[in-house]
Structures are given as structure tokens and as C-alpha cells.
């Protein structure tokens, strides 16, 4: 046994670890999700369905450290090896009774069977000692070979004949190399779970890879390594059990406890009365006489020197730097940043301009008019009624004469306009972001499935339906022209003077603006005017494209030509209107092409510095810290 | 040792046949390298091509037999019992045993033609009967070599590349005999070494240790039928007993005897050609299998693909048909000119037509105004100017309905179903089109939809001429325009003569010229009326049938050309594998196999 190992009373230490490995454990649950999404953990492959996988750090965290830091200290004991090398009928032996069928058909033992010492039963939680399994109790010794693929049972017996030593549980475990890799993983997780393991290894497996990787996870977590080297051709092959332990021990790196030979005898075999003999001599002590009980000779072993080296050794690869969970956050870290370079480069790319056509002014017009209406004189009414009619007789001669358009045509032609405008917009912003997930794989993996699987075309008559869905004026911007305006005439009471004064000269030009409706200028429009239009802060529109001020020659011209600080309030209310327009495009963007897929990203960057992260570190800082001391 | 008659030769074996399929599958297998899923069946095929090539022209030489089996198994002592002397080092000292392959050759077979250095090997010969005709090697076991992908932790074992080397040697062989124990034959890491080299190799199970160990071979066989192998007979016997026996010149035992047998009849003579012939079969069967893997996910988005080419098409073509029947719709004056210009072509020598031709040269002098838009050049018979550069393409097209957005739309519907059948750059463009592809692509289309419509147009004015340039009609007209002017000149006549020079009133003088001739122009426009309008009549429909026809004439198509290439491409690939597979299952179905013992990876999958 190693002799660095602290005396066996150190009880008080691993009560002081039970609240560490309980919020650690707290803080890896919930990091997990997050890792498996950023790929740190590989998903589960599919031919393996079991309960904890590996032999790492969460193995031992979950399947060790957490169910046996704080409860009765019982001793796990498991018998463990590659496919038909006897492992059943050693424990039938070891429990002193027929618990699993042991059968000349290999890979027969699916299920893990647990011999319980009398009593403990009632005492002990078998689903939190071993973790992912469920319990269930024993009926026959058929019990091991039954179970669909992907069953996680372990099957529990109290000992019948009462020979078992209080704290010993043993276990029979399925095989570690054979076809059924689902039957790798519940041996992997008893392995996690168990203090003593009774390694059964043939002449033919002891240098089988898959067997030194099993037992090499094992030696390396702490766990205390019985060697039984089973079917020996006795005495022949004595001689050459030193050299197979040679080559097992370098491999593995394991420090066997004791080792042991079971000679190759079918009658003793069918008797369940197989011996055991000592080789003390491979391990440091002086040659043994004959076969001795192994059932005995575990039930003498010092547990409670055994229990505490397993849970440091399970603990010693939890806080490993280079294997542990330590490297487990780096990973999440250096995952995290890779995906803060894809945030930025989506950033980069998926920016569309979206060049929207000129608004019809009138329609903007209209609504200053409506909130202006109110406030002016009863002759300036007057005077505008008898324009506003001459106004349209005149457009009505004009459209007959086929040079004005009506306004229904001219919004039916703006609103077609309008469409392909935001359809070009749609279909650049698609194209960029199948461009971005050409550059970035991870941006591929996330915007994929959406980008390959969605239907383009719904997308597209999505778009069209909320278009058509949109009135040309709707309430919400009623309330925003309205809000505007009464801000400004509260903030200016004198320009709205100005305002009414301009109005009498705008009313009089009045009757040739809709001839006059040209395109004034480009004017780059505060992001005020989107105040309460967000739809989600991860879409977001910033209004900077071009909106065209709409301004007349004549009539409303005037205002924005002559009044100061008019200008940027009219600027800002066909702003207003073009952005409430252009929601149909974000929306349609955010709600039906890209769904969570942006949140996810941004949660993805963000993985790396949750609190979780650093409070793991810190934990992990302090065991190792302990652990040295 | 002759091999006995009773088994055929793979009876019904068509030679030529099968060198035809492969020809096929060669040129299938590369036919479409800018498409992944191709590319992937390619190199599936890179990897089948060399065996079958191989296998066809090394028809009859012997067969190279490669023991493979978990390490200590037995692998070894059973070659060394095969071969009748310990030609390979064997035993329990130390695991591996077999390092280094052993190959056993009978004294006069040539094995020239075997990488022997490439793979490191030992060659030994032999005079037992039952490596005779066979080229025997022990090979590495696979299940020693660690994990590559576990981290090197400075093991003796990190220098075990006896996987590496098993994976070199494999390739060479024939026939796969695997040698298991109770302890080992459910091993993982063998069962994944078969896997991947059963394919086109049979095999043969032997179960070893029958001394020490029961006899497994019932649930051996289940385990392989898991695993998609047929195994008809499993041979069960001790290796060390045989070997001894060989050794000491002893009659074998029956397990032995029975293995020495059966590799007698199955795997030498004739029978070796059976077994290359069966295994290219195999192979080339199960190299179609694998294809029609990677092809089988991707054949509903091809299709759906095609599908969505032709619904973009048709989107656009209909707004091309609305945009294209408004424009001949409202080019009433053009069309008018158009008909007219006709008619008057075609009707000479008559007074009618006369002033039919006079009020034509007086229209010519009125200044034509300018033919508006492209439908307005078509109609007026004008050329099609090519499109600008940059926008001005685009804008261009506008005056056929089709803007910028909508073929955008359409192409970017069409990438993202091009992406799910795995179609992408070089195969099809982009969303957007750079410069010269809208150039070109527009250009097309213009000039096909000029061609079409000025075709249409032909033909519609063509009916309508013929509909009304009947004899009769013209006949009428002239009589009618005739009578006219024989009315009008006959009363002047009348009263020149019987009313000035007989009865003595007085003439008019010139004034009753200028009369008649306003009542000649008058009537002939009357006239010409009549006619033109009857000419019109209907007009409205025919255009509307002309636009139904736009959606056959494929106008549309330079716009998402390389996306209809790409399905086309793609579903004709697919449609092959379908064929190459008929093919090779015809093949098959004429060929007597005969009765085997030999295992082989089942047809269709496990």
C-alpha cells in the first residue's frame, strides 16, 4: 500500500470535503448542459447508453466522492474483467453463494449484481452509492443476464450465509472488452463507485488494451487492485505469472494489494470451489504455503485505510491540473472564446443596408396635419378647406389627363416597391449569413440546420404576409407622431408659433404639392426616432440608412425650409415611419429565420466568464491545496 | 491435391459482363466531383477499384490466406500446425507473441507479386499438403495497441503498432481465417478489424482451445450474425494437439481434419477462381451499398431541389407573364401600326387599296413616336439593344416584370435547398450574381424573350391577316370603294352633260372636283374602318393566350441556370447508382455459387 498515505483516522478530513465536492458537483451540473453544447464534452455516443461515462473526473466526482462523502463508510468491492474470464463464478465464490450465472457464453453478464452483508440493505442507498443505476433486488441468478440494452439496474442480495464482513459490498460487474460496448460503461461506472477492485485477468487478456486502459483508470483514481490471474495451467505456468504481472504493472501503473492464481479446473469449477493461491512473493512478502480464502483475506483487509485512499485518489483526479476538472473549465474557456470570435464576425457580416423607397410624403404629411388641425385659426381652417378642394379638383383634371397618378396607385406602387426592397434586403441578410457559416465552422454548426433545413420559401411569404398585414399608417405611429409633436411644441412653445404662422403660407401653396413631391435630400436620422421599436435587442435595426426627407418644394416645404429646428422633428417623424415599415423585415428576421439561434451564440460567448467558472477554480484551488498539505 | 469436381467454378460468371460494370462504376464513381456525396463515393471507390482490378487479373493465382484472431488465441500454433513444423513463434511466455507477420509458402509458389518488405514479413516454406496451394500468414493481433487517441502515459505498450501493422497486411488477403477462444470472440477490437476488411474477403472461424474450453460456437455464430456475417460452418479444434500430431507425423484430429478440408476444397484450383470471382461480386456489391448510404439521406432534398427550381421558375414566369400582358395590352397604337402596316402590304392594285396605300405614306409623314420600353421595340420590330453594365442589367429586366429582388429571392431559396442536397460552390452561384454573371445571364434572357415574343407576335399578326384577308372582303371593298367613286364622278358627269351642255344650266366649275373627293376620302376611311376594326376585333384575347404560352418557352431559365444544372446533375447520379445496382444484382442472379462453407459479410446488412 503507498506508504504517503495520511494515518486512516483523518476522518475529519473528507466530512470538510463533503461540502466542497457537493457544491462542486452543484457547479459541473450546471456548466454541463453549456460544455456539451460548446462540444467540450463529446455527446454520448449511441452504442454506449449508460449511466456516467469515463473513467475522468466526473466519474469520480459524481460517481465516488459525492455518494460516499458524507454517508456510512461501507467498502465496494468489484470484481472486474474482459469477457468470459470468470469473473461471475469469483464472486459466486467470494459471496459464498450463487448470486450471478456464470456461463461458458461470454459477454453474458449484463447486469452488475451487488452481494449486500446482512442488514445493510435497510441502511444503505444503493441508487445514491452508485449513481445512474436503479437498484433492484435479487430473485435468482438469472437476474445478471436479463436486461434490454441500455437497462441501467444493479441487482442487490443480502448475503444468505452471513459470512460477509459488515462493510463489504461486492460486486459483480459485466465485461470491460467485449462487443456490447453499453456493457463497458456500467463496469466503467462500478469501477467509479468502488474502493477495492478484484481484477481477473487470463493469460490471455492481461495485456489486452482495452483491459490495461480500464485497470489503468482504476490505479489511477486510487482504487485499491486485488489481482486474481484466473485459468492457470498449475504449477505449469507459475513461473510465468511474475513476467505477466510485470508487463500489468507497467501498464497500468497499478501497486496490486496482493495476487493470486486460480488453476484452470473445470470439476472445481462447476463445484464453485475453486482455489486461490497467494503469490506474496510478486508483491514484496514472503512465499505462501498453499491456497488461502479470498473471501477471508478481504474481509481482514484494513477498510478504513482503503476508504480513504479511494476518496483521495477519487479526489486527486478531480483536481488534477491536467486531466480534472480543471482542464475541463479551461477547455469550456477556450471553447467560449472561439465562439466570442464567431459573435464578432456575425457581427461583421450580418449587417444589411436596406435602401427603403421614398415614403409618400402625404401620408406622413397627413398625420402633422391631423395633430395640427386642432390648434389652428377658424379662417386658416377656412382658407385650407377651399384649397384642399381645389387641390383635388385639380389632381382629378390632372389625372385624367393621365399626368398625376392617384394616391392609391402611388401607395399600391410604393407599397410593391417597398416590398422588394425589404426582399433584397432579406435575401442579402440570408446570403451573409450563409456566408458566415461557410467561414466559421461554428457559425455553421449553429446557423446550419436553420440556414439548410428551413423553408426559404416560407420565409419569403412570411415576409410578404406581415407586409400585407401592415396598414400604411398604423396606431402605434399615430402615437409617435402625436408624442413627438407634443414634446416639441412643449419644449419650443414659440416655434409651434412659427409653426401656425408658416401654416398660412403653407396653405396657400398647398394645391401644387402633389405635383411638386420630389425627393429632397438624405438626411441621417437619429436612432431616437426607433425609441420603442426594438423588437429584441440581439436584432436590432440601428436607422441609419437612408431615409429620403420627402420634402416638398412648396407648401410643407416651406416649413422645413424656413423654420429652424422644424427640420430634424419632420426628419424624425418620417423616420419613425420608415423604421415602424422596416420592423416587418427585423421581424420577420428574428421570429421566423433565425429563432434562438442569436441567443444561442451570445450564450455561448458568454460561457466562459460565468461566475460558475471562477468559483470552480477557486474550489478546485483550495482542494489541491489541502490535498498537498 | 486436385481440387474435386463437384464444385463449379462460379458457373454463369460473366467475365465481360462484370469488366463492363466496373467500367461503369469507375466512370459513375467520378462523374460528378464538384458534388460531395460524389466525392465521398469516389474515394470509396479508390478504395475498391485496386481489389477488383486485382481480382480479376490474378484470376488463378493462389490465395492469400491471413490468420487473424485476438492475442493469445492460438493464431500461431494453429499456422505452425497448418504449416506441419513451429515456423512461428508461439507460446505463453509474454504477450504479444507475433510481432513481426509470418508468411508460409509451399516450396514452388511463386509470391514474387506480395509486398513482403512493405509489411515487414518473414517468409517461411512449407511442405504440408494443406498450405500446398494457399500463401498462409500470421498476422499481428489487433486488440494489444492502445486507443491513438488516449494520451501516450510512457507505457511499454505506447511502442505497440501491431494494429498499424495488421491494417497494412490485411489489404493483401484473400480470405480472412479467424481464430477466437471462449475468451475472445466477443472482442470488440477484432470485431472492428473485420468489420472493416470482410467486405469481398471470405471468411473462415475456427474456435481454438476445444481442449480447455467449451464449445461456443452456437452463440460465436449468433454474435456474428449481429454482426452482419454469415458464418455456415465453424470449425472447433486445439491447435497444440494438432500441431503435435502434425509434428509427430500422427493421423489429425477430426476439428483439424476437417479445416485442412474444407480450405482444400474451397479455397484452391478452381475453387480459388470461385472465391475471386464470388469476392468481387461481393465487393463491388458492397461498394454499392455504401454508396447508396452516403447517396439514400440526399435523395429527397435532390428531388426537392428539382422540384424548387421549377417552382422559382414558374414564380418568376408568372410575374413575367403579368408584367409582359400589361405592356401588350396598352400598346394599343403599336399594335394598331403593326396590323395596319400589314395589310396594306399585302393588298395591291385595287383603288382601295390605292387609297389604302396613300393614307399610309400621309401616316409615314406624321412623326412616329419613339417605341417605349423593350415590349414597345419588339412590337415596333426594333433589334434589342444589349443590356448596360451593373445596374442598368437589372433595370433592364424591370420592363419585364423581373426585378433585382425577386430573382434574389429566388436564388436564395434556391441555396438553401441546393445546401440541403449538399450542392454548393463550384456547382451553383451564389444569392447574388457578381457583375458578369447578371450581365450575361440577362442578356439571355432579353434576347430569348425578344426572340419569343417577336415570334408570337409574328404569328398572332399573321393569323389575324389570314382570319380577315378573304377575296370576297377585299373584293367588296374595292366595289364598294369602286362604286363610290363611280357614283361620285357619275353624278358630276350627269350634270356636266345632261344638265350644262343639254339643258343648258350652268357648271359648277371645279367646285363639284373637290366634292367628290371629299366624299371619296370620306367613304374610303369609312371603309378602312370597317376592315381595321374587324382586324382588332379579339385582339385582347390572343394577346393573353400568347402570354400563356411564356411559361413553356423557359425565358427565365439563364437566371437560375446553374441551380436546374445542379439538380439535373445531381438526380442523374443518384438515378445511376439505382441502375449500376440493377446491373450487378442481374450479374449476380446468373451465378451458381454452389454450396459453401465459407462466411462472408451478409448481402444486405445484418
Known sequence: MDSRDPPPDDASLHAAWSGRVGELCDLAERLLPLAMELGVDPPPPDDAAGPIDGGDWRGQLFGKLRPQAGGEPVLVAAVCGGTNTGKSLITNVLAGAEISRSLPEAARTRRPVASLPRALGGRVDLAALFPGFTPVPWADEEDALGGAEGDDVVVWREDPGGRQPARLILVDTPDVDGTLRGNWQRAEAIRNACDVIVAVLTQQKYNDAAVRDFFAAAAAAGKTLVVVFNMVDWPAQRGRIGGWLATFVAETGAAPLAVYAVPHDFARAAAATIEFHPLPELVGGAPAAGPVDLAAELAGADFDRIKVRAMRGAFRVVVDPQAGMGAWLDRIEAASRGWQDSRRLLAEEARVRVELPAAPGDLVWNEIWNWLEPRRSRIDVGLSRVYRAASGGMAWLGRRAGLLRSAEDRRDEFAAEELRALKAGLADFIDRLDGAARRDPRLAAVLGPTLVAGDRAAWYAELERRHAALPMISDDYRTFVRTELDRFSSENPNVLRVVLTGLSVGSVARPCITVGLLVAGAAAVPAAAAAGHGISTLVHTSFDYVVWAAAPLVGEGVLGLTVAGIRPLVERLFAGWSAERSRVLTGTLHDVVLGDRLEVVERRAAAGSREEVARARRLLLDGARELDA | ?606
Open chain 2, 1 to 606: 491435391m486436385t481440387p474435386p469436381d463437384s464444385l463449379p467454378a462460379a458457373a454463369g460468371f460473366d467475365d465481360a459482363g462484370f469488366d463492363e460494370l466496373v467500367g461503369s462504376l469507375d466512370r459513375w464513381s467520378g462523374s460528378l466531383s464538384e458534388w460531395p456525396p460524389a466525392r465521398r463515393v469516389r474515394a470509396e471507390w479508390d478504395g475498391v477499384a485496386g481489389r477488383l482490378d486485382r481480382a480479376r487479373r490474378e484470376l488463378s493465382r493462389v490465395l492469400v490466406v491471413g490468420v487473424v484472431g485476438g492475442t493469445g488465441t492460438g493464431k500461431s500454433t494453429l499456422v505452425n500446425a497448418l504449416a506441419g513444423r513451429d515456423v512461428s513463434p508461439a507460446g505463453d511466455v509474454a504477450r504479444p507473441t507475433t510481432v513481426a507477420p509470418v508468411v508460409v509458402v509451399a516450396r514452388d509458389v511463386d509470391c514474387s507479386w506480395l509486398d513482403l518488405a512493405g509489411i515487414g514479413a518473414r517468409v517461411v516454406t512449407s511442405d504440408a499438403p494443406a498450405v500446398a496451394n494457399i500463401v498462409l500468414v500470421d498476422c499481428p493481433d489487433p486488440d494489444t495497441q492502445g486507443d491513438d487517441a488516449a494520451p501516450a502515459a510512457g507505457r511499454p505498450s505506447d511502442s505497440n503498432r501491431n494494429r498499424d501493422l495488421l491494417e497494412r497486411i490485411l489489404p493483401a488477403c484473400d480470405v480472412l481465417l479467424l481464430v477466437a477462444t471462449a475468451q475472445k470472440y466477443r472482442s470488440w477490437s477484432v470485431a472492428r478489424e473485420v468489420a472493416a476488411y470482410a467486405p469481398g474477403r471470405p471468411l473462415i472461424f475456427v474456435q481454438t482451445h476445444a481442449s480447455r474450453d467449451a464449445d461456443i460456437r452456437d452463440d460465436w455464430r449468433r454474435e456474428l450474425e449481429r454482426q452482419g456475417i454469415e458464418a455456415p460452418v465453424i470449425h472447433r479444434l486445439d491447435g497444440l494437439e494438432a500441431f503435435r500430431r502434425a509434428a509427430a507425423g500422427l493421423e489429425p484430429e477430426a476439428g483439424f481434419l476437417a479445416l485442412v478440408r474444407s480450405i482444400d476444397e474451397e479455397l484452391v484450383g478452381r475453387a480459388a477462381r470461385r472465391v475471386r470471382r464470388t469476392g468481387a461480386l461481393d465487393l463491388a456489391g458492397w461498394f454499392l451499398r455504401q454508396a447508396q448510404g452516403q447517396l439514400e439521406p440526399l435523395r429527397q432534398p435532390v428531388a426537392d431541389l428539382a422540384s424548387g427550381v421549377e417552382s422559382e421558375r414558374r414564380r418568376l414566369e408568372g410575374l413575367m407573364s403579368r408584367a409582359v400582358e400589361t405592356k401588350l395590352r396598352v400598346s394599343r397604337p403599336a399594335w394598331q401600326r403593326v396590323l395596319e402596316d400589314e395589310l396594306v402590304e399585302r393588298w395591291h392594285g385595287g383603288p382601295f387599296s390605292m387609297f389604302l396605300h396613300a393614307t399610309a405614306a400621309l401616316g409615314a409623314l406624321w412623326p412616329r413616336l419613339r417605341p417605349g420600353g423593350f415590349v414597345g421595340r419588339v412590337l415596333a420590330g426594333q433589334g434589342i439593344a444589349p443590356p448596360a453594365s451593373g445596374d442598368g442589367a437589372w433595370q433592364s429586366i424591370e420592363e419585364v416584370g423581373l426585378s433585382e429582388a425577386d430573382v434574389e429571392q429566388s436564388r436564395s431559396v434556391l441555396v438553401g435547398l441546393a445546401a440541403r442536397a449538399g450542392v454548393g460552390e463550384p456547382l451553383v452561384g451564389r444569392t447574388r450574381l457578381d457583375a458578369a454573371a447578371v450581365q450575361s445571364s440577362v442578356a439571355t434572357l432579353l434576347e430569348r424573350t425578344g426572340r419569343w415574343l417577336a415570334a408570337g407576335i409574328d404569328r398572332l399578326v399573321s393569323e389575324r391577316r389570314d382570319r380577315s384577308e378573304s377575296r370576297v372582303a377585299r373584293l367588296v371593298c374595292e366595289v364598294a370603294f369602286a362604286a363610290m367613286i363611280v357614283a361620285v364622278l357619275g353624278r358630276a358627269a350627269w350634270n356636266f352633260f345632261h344638265g350644262h351642255l343639254w339643258l343648258g344650266q350652268g357648271t359648277s366649275g371645279g367646285g363639284f372636283l373637290q366634292e367628290a373627293l371629299v366624299w371619296i376620302v370620306l367613304w374610303g376611311l369609312v371603309l378602312r374602318w370597317l376592315v381595321f376594326s374587324r382586324i382588332r376585333a379579339g385582339l385582347a384575347r390572343d394577346v393573353t393566350r400568347l402570354v400563356d404560352r411564356l411559361p413553356g418557352a423557359r425565358l427565365v431559365d439563364p437566371l437560375v441556370a446553374d441551380f436546374a444544372a445542379a439538380a439535373e446533375r445531381t438526380a442523374a447520379f443518384v438515378a445511376e447508382a439505382d441502375r449500376l445496382d440493377a446491373r450487378l444484382a442481374a450479374l449476380a442472379a446468373r451465378v451458381d455459387e454452389g454450396r459453401s462453407s465459407l462466411g462472408r459479410l451478409a448481402r444486405r446488412g445484418p
